[in-house]
């Protein structure tokens, strides 16, 4: 299928001295060239990344996921539950045994030692670069390598990517890239070679990208375009390449159903974690969703004040008299057009742009509501349909024949945003250090999200409390109430922020301010354990038994075997004399194996006014 290496007016070559048609661009000898920029670019970028530690979500998967302590034996089993089931506070049950397999390997091989997982990382970094690059030489045969590979960097250079490559959780976006992308090249060398090795190998690499990660499962449309546009089949031969792809995302479906069907999965999510669930009527709704998609747009194209959180409300609910909708509406229609456009003469310019819309539509909340409103992280994959299409039609512009030196001016304009990006992305990767740094960037670039200000209180309250000098902890403490009084000034239902600056209102001695926060905690989250125990506590504080009674005992109601709870009312019904219930719930405290000796005091001294 190699196409003629010859330029015309519509040909997407970039016109210079440097055409592939020369023998020694063929040789492996250039490849590794190639292959060892793409290593000496992640070095210069995320090299410091091996010194970084375990942040945001990495101790949920990792540190305090006890399937990591059942070693390698536990592989098997990852296919049989939920990849969240330790986890109480999940909204949605992921399926994700390759990923969880994966990290069962490494914490074999590193334990804790954040350095190794974080190599893994950049490891399978470079491979989606390699792959990338395989693939460019198979879409764009005529294209000198030096083109080819400066694709593949401006990817790899792109700011968006941070999160991804320093974050060790999302390993699950690295390894569901890397075998999605392998599975096309696979796929690529199955048409030419017409050999069963290769099909079996793509339909291999996509199950694993599949259990990966869920949305994979759109990628199958991706196979369909490659074989239609890419490739030259026909709409129903090229259908009929991709069955195999879709029976395997079919049995990914059936699998993830049979395993989770037993699996309580109801949504808790919010306005909090998604605005979309704050906007109200058909106007709202579309118009906060089209903003939404241009904030993804303006993040390919503009990347700056990254952040790891865009939860409500950083992107505002919107309505239609707005002009972010209909900008929005536009790069939607420009995309469409320029689909249709170039489908016949430049096809992997529409190749670009399907695959970008492919990998974007099940997390943009376009056609359904996730977990969040916007995350960088499912820029990803996306990206390289962007990146892909938007040079080779800088390139095809140039071919216009109206200047001789234009191709020049557009590859020293793509070294130029090369050379910028790789600086920015240094920078922001080294946010990812640690949680403190990543919040206190985040308040920064972030100022109107509810969690990015409640996470950013949390770490100066942690770092209060791990200071000596009253000073400094007194400076920090203040500034935590500030960020947590903001963060319930944008959502008053943030129960966590409520709870949070509870207990700092009940240690500052300031117990109705405290018994206020938990309540509007609870309000918000009826189910929130701790705040039931810790608004008890108060109430048995300001002797009121039967107040703090009260409330530990919706807390049991909710969790039974709560050894706080179970301790405090041992306590509160020793102040009401009432033996009896003290030795009731010390007796229940007890069989659930907990032990101390103020329980056992209360319960000695219940048993003596009994006789």
């Known amino acids: 299928m190699a196409k003629k290496n010859i330029t015309t007016k519509d040909s997407v070559t970039p016109k210079t001295d440097m055409n592939a048609s020369s023998s020694n661009t063929k040789s492996g000898f250039n490849n590794w060239i190639v292959y060892l920029c793409f290593a000496l670019v992640i070095a210069f970028m995320y ?18 996921n006890p399937v990591m302590q059942d070693g390698l034996a536990a592989i098997p089993e990852t296919f049989k539950h939920g990849s969240q089931e330790h986890f109480k506070g999940s909204n949605f049950q992921m399926y994700r045994p390759v990923v969880i397999s994966a990290f069962l390997w490494q914490y074999q091989l590193f334990e804790l030692d954040t350095k190794g997982y974080h190599m893994i990382s950049l490891l399978l970094y470079f491979l989606i670069a390699v792959v990338l690059f395989k693939l460019l030489e198979k879409f764009l045969p005529s294209w000198n390598r030096v083109y080819l590979a400066l694709i593949a960097i401006l990817f790899l250079v792109h700011p968006v990517h941070s999160e991804v490559v320093a974050n060790i959780k999302s390993q699950d976006e690295l390894l569901a890239s890397l075998f999605s992308l392998s599975a096309l090249l696979l796929a690529y060398k199955h048409h030419e070679t017409n050999k069963l090795q290769w099909f079996i190998l793509a339909c291999v690499s996509f199950f694993l990208a599949l259990f990966s990660k869920e949305s994979v499962v759109a990628f199958v449309a991706v196979f369909f375009v490659m074989y239609w546009l890419i490739i030259k089949m ?30 309580a999965q109801g949504f808790e999510t919010s306005a909090m974690e998604n605005v979309l669930y704050a906007a109200k009527g058909f106007g709202e709704q579309l118009a906060t969703r089209l903003t939404i998609l241009l904030t993804y747009f303006r993040l390919m194209l503009y990347p700056v004040s990254l952040t790891w959180d865009y939860s409500y409300s950083q992107i505002p609910v919107t309505n239609l008299t707005s002009f972010t909708p209909y900008l929005s509406l536009l790069c939607i229609l420009v995309c469409i057009g320029s689909f249709f456009f170039f489908w016949r003469k430049q096809p992997v310019i529409s190749f670009g742009i399907a695959l970008f819309a492919i990998c ?22 996306p990206s390289f349909g962007f990146i892909l299409a938007l040079v080779a039609i800088i390139f095809w512009i140039g071919n216009w024949n109206i200047s001789p030196k234009i191709n020049l001016i557009a590859t020293s304009g793509l070294a130029i945003v090369i050379v910028v990006f790789t600086f920015m992305t240094s920078k922001v990767s080294a946010t990812w ?19 990015v200000n409640a996470g950013y209180a949390t770490e100066l309250m942690n770092k209060a409390q791990a200071t000596s000098n009253k000073a400094e902890q007194d400076s920090l403490v203040s500034a935590s109430i500030g960020y947590f009084e903001k963060s319930l000034k944008l959502f008053p239902d943030n129960y966590q922020a409520a ?38 506590s108060l109430y048995a504080k300001s002797n009121l038994p039967d107040s703090a009674i009260f409330y530990f005992k919706k807390s049991l109601q909710l969790q039974e075997n709560n050894e706080l709870t179970l301790k405090n009312m041992v306590i509160a019904y020793s102040a009401k004399s009432q033996p009896e219930e003290v030795i009731r719930f010390a007796s229940l405290y007890q069989r659930y194996g907990f032990n101390d000796p103020v329980v056992s005091n209360l319960m000695m001294q219940a048993q003596g006014k009994l006789k």
Do not use: C
């Open 47 to 64: 090299g410091k990344t091996l010194n970084y530690g375990f942040v945001l979500d990495d101790d949920l998967f990792i540190k305090n």
């Open 234 to 263: 026909n709409l129903l031969q090229a259908l009929r390449r991709t069955i195999p792809f879709i029976a395997l995302g079919m049995l990914y479906i059936l699998v993830r159903y049979a395993v989770l069907k037993e699996v």
């Open 360 to 381: 974007l539509a099940p997390v943009s909340n376009i056609f359904f509501l996730n977990g969040t409103t916007l995350a960088e992280r499912f820029l990803f994959l």
């Open 433 to 451: 250090v640690d949680n403190f740094t990543l919040f206190e960037t985040a308040a920064q670039h972030a100022p109107n999200s509810t969690r």
């Open 499 to 536: 709870f949070k600056l509870g207990m700092i209102r009940s240690m500052q001695g300031d117990l109705e301010k405290a018994k206020s926060l938990y309540k509007q905690s609870i309000a918000s989250h009826p189910d929130n354990v701790m705040a039931l125990n810790n608004l008890g």
